[in-house]
């Protein structure tokens, strides 16, 4: 997780609460920890559904080779952000019509083909605009991979093709070659993943699956998307990935194999990986109540904002996210409390027996690895608290408001009059 600077502790004292916070220098250096050691062909996307915020998406645009969506709303947050649609890659099981006829006027980079059914409906929308639609075939691997804390690979999915009938359906979209241009293929096998020789596995699985369709059905391979899935280190006893030792041994067996097909592509689409890290979600203890024998400190923060620390985001079991207490450092003796916010539900857990310097009202405390599927992940409409602070640290350390509160019931709301 870093060692955590005392100048990133200071502007943490800084910021209004509840917040969150990114640093830009965290982002930086997780950034090129992998794209600097990607070899030639091999392009870094970032997947906008981790954290979507339209000043994070700014800063990220010079970084990143483009951006991996799953939304007109997301298409939307990155052409406001300066994406081109050529470096967009579209995902989804579900994409609207709607969605689809967004994608094919903005010309996206890329479209994800989830089904046969979906192939057709894409076609026919290019046929009715005289264009041709870029697409790619996304795959549902036959086999899983250990090491992937949520598998989506080897088991029925609403996600892609099942790879067991994937030659046929490359047969289909072929034919419909008039109105679809098929790059190749989008294989994703899981998320949270915490062992680099899985996500080689994965890669190297999908490079051999690849060489064989190829070989049986011969079109022009120019793409293959091998998704995100690269993990974080949340709970204790975890140990991060080292991106620049998976970035170099993944374009060992990516080299090889672009020698066989010259042109082809690939685009890795971390989200989570490249910007958890970089967030802290900041609250202030507003009180402190014992109860049969524990101790609760009550913050300004909850789960309407940050829902992932409460364990309700993929955890099958409920674990501490790493939290320190700014205002107490080493100075006070460490005790085990349970943090909760201000709702009112038993499901608002921060922390449960977490171990603190002791907390006072008014110290702030700081739940870290929260840079992902934080505030627009979380039910935020629950209670009707007001949408908490973003705030970024930049490369100068200035604290640089992205996001203002404002009250969730205002949202497109309608009066009596209609207004």
Request: some cysteine; overall charge negative.
């Amino acid at each position: 997780m870093g060692e955590i600077t005392h100048q990133q502790r200071e502007l943490a004292r800084q910021v209004p609460t509840p917040c969150f916070l990114y640093h830009l220098d965290v982002l930086v250096q997780q950034v090129n920890g992998l794209r600097h050691h990607l070899a030639e062909g091999m392009h870094l996307y970032y997947a906008v559904k981790a954290n979507p915020n339209l000043g994070l998406l700014k800063r990220l645009l010079p970084l990143v080779d483009g951006v991996d969506i799953a939304s007109s709303g997301e298409m939307e947050q990155a052409r406001r952000a300066g994406f081109a649609p050529a470096a967009m890659s579209f995902a989804g099981p579900g994409k609207s019509l709607h969605e689809l006829q967004q994608a094919l006027d903005h010309q996206l980079g890329v479209l994800s083909l989830d089904s046969l059914a979906e192939a057709h409906q894409v076609a026919e929308l290019a046929r009715a605009r005289g264009s041709k639609a870029r697409v790619v075939i996304r795959v549902n691997p036959a086999r899983e991979f250990a090491g992937y804390a949520i598998r989506m690979a080897g088991r029925p999915s609403p996600f892609g093709v099942d790879e067991e009938g994937l030659p046929s359906v490359v047969q289909e979209v072929l034919q419909l070659g008039e109105w679809l241009d098929l790059l190749g293929f989008h294989v994703y096998p899981g998320t949270q993943c915490l062992k680099g020789e899985a996500v080689e596995e994965h890669f190297a699985a999908t490079l051999a699956m690849v060489e064989t369709l190829i070989q049986a059905i011969p079109f022009p391979l120019r793409l293959i998307n091998f998704g995100g899935g690269l993990g974080i280190p949340y709970h204790s006893g975890q140990q991060p990935l080292d991106g620049e030792q998976l970035a170099t041994s993944l374009s060992r067996l990516w080299q090889p194999f672009r020698q066989k097909y010259a042109g082809c592509q690939a685009i890795l689409e971390p989200g989570r990986y490249l910007v958890a890290p970089m967030g802290w979600y900041v609250v202030t203890v507003t009180a402190i109540k014992y109860s049969k024998g524990e101790t609760f400190c009550i913050t300004d923060g909850g789960i309407h904002h940050f829902m992932a620390a409460s364990g309700g985001f993929g955890q099958l079991i409920r674990k501490n996210y790493p939290m320190i207490n700014l205002d107490a450092e080493n100075s006070r003796p460490l005790v085990k409390v349970n943090v909760v916010g201000p709702l009112c539900t038993t499901l608002d857990v921060l922390a449960q027996q977490v171990e603190l310097p002791q907390p006072q009202v008014g110290d702030r405390l700081a739940i870290l690895q929260a840079g992902a599927y934080g505030f627009t992940a979380s039910p935020s409409l629950f209670l009707s608290h007001p949408t908490p602070w973003e705030y970024l640290a930049d490369e100068n350390n200035r604290l640089l408001p992205l996001r203002r509160p404002v009250h969730p019931l205002q949202w497109g709301e309608v009066t009596e009059d209609g207004d």
